[in-house]
């Protein structure tokens, strides 16, 4: 299994970004996809995941701003991140569980002025 993220960099507050995971070696469609992210001196957090029957969850921190979705037939999960604040920095990092535990390689995102 290969995860590879996409779609980090530097976004001014209350700005946009769009984060993508291209998945590989598993049945995607079949698989829980998650965005985690992992602040500077911080544990890394779930910020959203999205069940294979559709079943989304978000952190309570970006709920209303953030929404992950998927396109199952090209194997990507998205995360589209609205009204960025400083507080969202972080290196974000798509998660699936299959048979164990794969990460991608992360992707920073910086919120500053």
């Known amino acids: 299994v290969q995860l590879q993220a996409s779609g980090g960099g530097l976004v001014q507050p209350g700005g946009s970004l769009r984060l993508s995971c291209k998945a590989s070696?598993?049945?995607?469609?079949?698989?829980?996809m998650a965005w985690y992210r992992q602040a500077p001196g911080k544990q890394r957090e779930l910020v959203a995941n999205s069940t294979s029957s559709g079943t989304r969850n978000y952190a309570d921190s970006v709920k209303g701003r953030f929404a992950i979705s998927r396109d199952n037939a090209r194997r990507l999960v998205y995360l589209q991140m609205n009204d960025l604040s400083p507080e969202d920095t972080a290196v974000y990092y798509c998660?699936?569980?299959?048979?164990?535990?794969?990460w991608g390689q992360g992707t920073l995102v910086t919120v500053s002025s």
């Open positions: 998660h699936t569980y299959w048979g164990r535990t794969y």
């Open positions: 070696g598993m049945m995607f469609s079949a698989a829980a």
